[in-house]
């Protein structure tokens, strides 16, 4: 390795004392620390076998489903055993994976529980797109199983790691966003940016146009002026981003800003939205929060919801602040959030004219 990267490096703090040094830990008797380690250590073989690709034995289909009825890749029980098996080591009370039927008690003793999507986007390896793990860690309730089921605010941290070019840790800890990056010789993640925020105002938005007859009026309104571009209301020219791949565009933001835009729609199995409140809506928006930016089911703030089942679904507006209260503006009266009619406020005008 070049001895100048090496010399970089020796500079940067690994995880470990960033954890080790965190008023979170302290607090915590190091149980939060302690978690985010171990799903570190995880994620770092998980990340081994990803990268073998076909080369591999686990990137067929399992053949089963998982808790929520979506169909299961051996590479996400793989992930979800993983992710299991490094957490029965350190203080959890209680889980809750995408993979499992519903939240499990481990150690009823244990001050915080996790809620955790082993691996997300897994449909799009085939295609060599990036994926991830994503995290949510909450204090313990009295009764274990309630923990998942209170407000995401209740988090006390959350994160996800993306397995793409670089594998890389996002840690919401501290009430900061953290950026670190696995050094691949020695199996180290190294922080590389303190304290991230989006960058503001970017004309960029993420959403699956192809559904676009299926949107309610407030979300067709917001992205019919986008393509208006800077002879429309918003006075400037987007460019539509969309990787399909949760943890993907929730790095893109961090990096580039943007919004990103997974609503409600019309469509059976998506009137509630399609990404899980509590392992996923809920700690990327926590991730938005304290990176400066924002996230909404289209009308509410995600972080004051609670879920009513575990693998409860929801839709998710992220990144920009501004961009995100003027989709959650647009939705003012529209009632459902799938609804795909317009309503007669939108009709003629939107929220510029």
């Not at 499992?100 to 060599?128: H, K």
Request: aromatic share 6%; charged share 20%.
């Amino acid at each position: 390795m070049d001895q100048r990267l090496d010399q970089r490096l020796d500079q940067r703090p690994t995880l470990h004392a960033h954890l080790a040094a965190s008023p979170q830990a302290q607090e915590s008797g190091a149980a939060c620390a302690a978690i985010v380690a171990a799903l570190a250590g995880a994620a770092r073989s998980l990340a081994g076998v990803i990268a073998a690709g076909p080369l591999g034995s686990a990137m067929g289909e399992a053949g089963s489903m998982n808790g929520d009825g979506d169909v299961q890749k051996e590479l996400d029980l793989v992930a979800d055993e993983m992710m299991r098996r490094a957490l029965q080591m350190v203080p959890v009370a209680g889980l809750l994976s995408e993979e499992g039927r519903g939240p499990e008690i481990v150690d009823a003793t244990a001050p915080f529980c996790v809620a955790l999507d082993p691996l997300d986007g897994s449909a799009n390896l085939q295609n060599n797109i990036s994926v991830g793990t994503i995290f949510s860690i909450r204090p313990r309730a009295r009764d274990v199983i309630s923990s998942f089921f209170e407000p995401g605010t209740a988090q006390r941290a959350a994160g996800f790691f993306i397995y793409g070019p670089q594998t890389c840790l996002v840690l919401a800890l501290d009430r900061r966003v953290d950026l670190f990056v696995l050094h691949p010789a020695s199996g180290e993640f190294m922080l590389v940016q303190r304290g991230l925020r989006i960058p503001p105002d970017t004309a960029e938005f993420a959403i699956n146009a192809s559904n676009r007859r299926h949107w309610n009026g407030a979300v067709r309104n917001y992205i019919d002026e986008c393509l208006m571009g800077a002879a429309g209301p918003r006075g400037c020219d987007f460019n539509m981003r969309w990787i399909a791949s949760l943890v993907a565009e929730a790095y893109r933001i961090l990096m580039r800003g943007g919004v990103f835009l997974y609503p409600a729609d019309a469509r059976p199995g998506y009137r509630e939205g399609r990404l899980r409140l509590v392992y996923e809506a809920h700690p990327m928006a926590l991730i938005m929060e304290w990176a400066g930016g924002a996230a909404s089911n289209g009308r509410s703030r995600t972080l004051e919801l609670s879920a009513r089942t575990p693998h409860q679904r929801a839709p998710l507006i992220m990144g920009d602040a501004r961009a995100v209260r003027d989709v959650d503006m647009l939705s003012e009266g529209i009632e459902p959030l799938y609804e795909s009619g317009d309503a007669p406020l939108f009709a003629r005008r939107g929220l510029f004219l």
